[in-house]
């Protein structure tokens, strides 16, 4: 294949247009090369760093967070501990929910009980 232009890569990673030129004005996503005409065109890694974003962004990573994958990711290559690093932070964030909803839980039950009493 001689490269995806822009819109053939956003339709097969299954995003925007606007999303892959906000990747590529971010600098996670790059060309391989330009036409005569300037365009851009991408090859099968940049559709597998989009298809990873996009599962990423699907389970909550925001784009803060995806810029530090793509920017770890380039610098070491080593997606698996880029990955296990990401989990480790996730696992993190989830204890911290965890404990905000029983905070949250304790005070409806405070309100509840307050109510009642009327």
Do not use: N, W
Request: aromatic letters at 4%.
């Amino acid at each position: 294949m001689d490269g995806y232009t822009i819109s053939r890569l956003a339709d097969a990673a299954g995003v925007s247009v606007h999303v892959v030129r906000e990747y590529v004005l971010r600098g996670l996503v790059h060309p391989v090369r330009r036409t005569p005409s300037g365009y851009g065109l991408y090859d099968e890694q940049a559709l597998e760093r989009l298809g990873l974003m996009r599962s990423l962004f699907e389970a909550g990573i925001g784009l803060d967070e995806l810029v530090r994958v793509c920017r770890t990711l380039d610098a070491d290559g080593d997606a698996a501990t880029c990955l296990t690093r990401l989990r480790t932070r996730l696992t993190a964030q989830r204890k911290q929910l965890a404990a905000l909803d029983r905070r949250l839980a304790g005070m409806v039950t405070a309100v509840q009980s307050e109510h009642a009493r009327g």
